[in-house]
């Protein structure tokens, strides 16, 4: 229902701004992700858990565009592929949602030894630290899913989840707690849309430009730099915050280990103030991590990604290779 909700909101715009155009939903895909509901998220191993599918239908001319959350979108696509737009970025927070009998607590007042459901390895370290008189386990399924085992059984006394997903779905009543970055920094690329197109094809990647947000762009790019140096993926904790003011991009990173015990999180800034230039030829199609924004001030761009690459470089030179690959043969082992 999300993913449709999603697809829909962006032929919306697509339609408001080519009204001539006619826009066909052709094709609703369940992907490995969405089929593979007793292992957890990071056991799986598949890189491509919630989009290989769809990019076989792209690639087979059978579609023309795939909306996804930016989320899901590993930070090297296949070849021939692009994000052609990354939308206005809604609340990338992570949000609780508490089980009825629960309502109007926050997760320092639940009593002692309850269960809060989530299936993020990234949220589980970060809430473990904070609450370590909670116990954390895994929830799989798509969010009616989760908020169903969380209302109809007595197994969770809360459930972490994204609160962009939620406002998407109409279900904002159902936000207990919004959690700051200070509490837990979010999944890189959270809240925002991204649209996978052909790379080569110019008609279509001229029409979904028009989509891209200048701002979440930037610092989506960053992001997932970040992500990409540390080679980062679901099955490890890796978590950031970006805050793009008066034109400065601060990027704050974070790598955890499992249990949240061990950690390295830092913070830098860079400018990204650059006018827009005419540039002609090949060199509007320049990917930064998958993504082509053609309206985007390329030295911005630029800019970006050197700032999540060089964080990530010092986290790495403090550390964090460590922490991370513990991180990845515990989950492994478990």
């Known amino acids: 229902q999300l993913a449709r909700i999603q697809t829909d909101s962006v032929v919306e715009m697509l339609q408001e701004l080519y009204p001539d155009l006619c ?75 508490f089980h009825p009998k629960n309502c109007g607590k926050t997760l320092s007042l639940l009593p002692e030894k309850s269960v809060v459901g989530t299936s993020s390895l990234r949220r589980a370290a970060q809430l ?24 109809e059984k007595e197994d969770f006394s809360a459930i972490i989840l994204a609160a962009a997903g939620l406002k998407r779905m109409g279900w904002e009543s159902r936000i207990g707690q919004l959690l700051s970055p200070e509490d837990c920094l979010y999944a890189v690329g959270q809240g925002a849309l991204a649209v996978e197109v052909r790379a080569k094809d110019q008609e279509i990647l001229n029409m979904v430009s028009a989509l891209h947000d200048a701002d979440t762009v930037l610092c989506c790019i960053a992001e997932r730099a970040f992500m ?52 002609d030829g090949p060199n509007d199609d320049v990917q930064h991590v998958g993504i082509t924004a053609r309206n985007v001030p390329s030295q911005a761009q630029d800019a970006a990604e050197s700032l999540g690459v060089e964080l990530a470089s010092l986290l790495l030179s403090k550390g964090a290779k460590h922490i991370l690959s513990v991180a990845r043969q515990l989950n492994d082992t478990r």
């Open 23 to 97: 826009f066909e939903i052709a094709v609703a895909m369940s992907t490995t992700g969405d089929k593979i509901l007793d292992t957890a998220l990071s056991k799986i191993g598949e890189k491509s858990l919630f989009t290989k599918e769809l990019e076989n239908a792209l690639e087979r001319n059978e579609v023309d565009l795939v909306v996804h959350s930016l989320k899901d979108l590993p930070t090297s696509l296949p070849p021939g592929f692009t994000i052609g737009a990354v939308c206005k970025r809604e609340n990338p927070l992570d949000a609780v949602v």
């Open 128 to 151: 473990k630290k904070k609450f370590p008189q909670l116990e954390f386990r895994d929830i799989r399924g798509n969010l009616n899913t989760r908020i169903k085992k969380l209302d």
């Open 228 to 279: 990409k140096r540390l080679e980062g993926g679901c099955s490890v904790p890796v978590a950031v915050s970006t805050v793009l003011k008066d034109g400065q991009l601060y990027l704050t990173g974070a790598v955890y280990s499992l249990d949240g015990s061990d950690s390295l999180k830092e913070t830098m800034q860079t400018s990204v103030q650059y006018p827009q230039q005419n540039e």
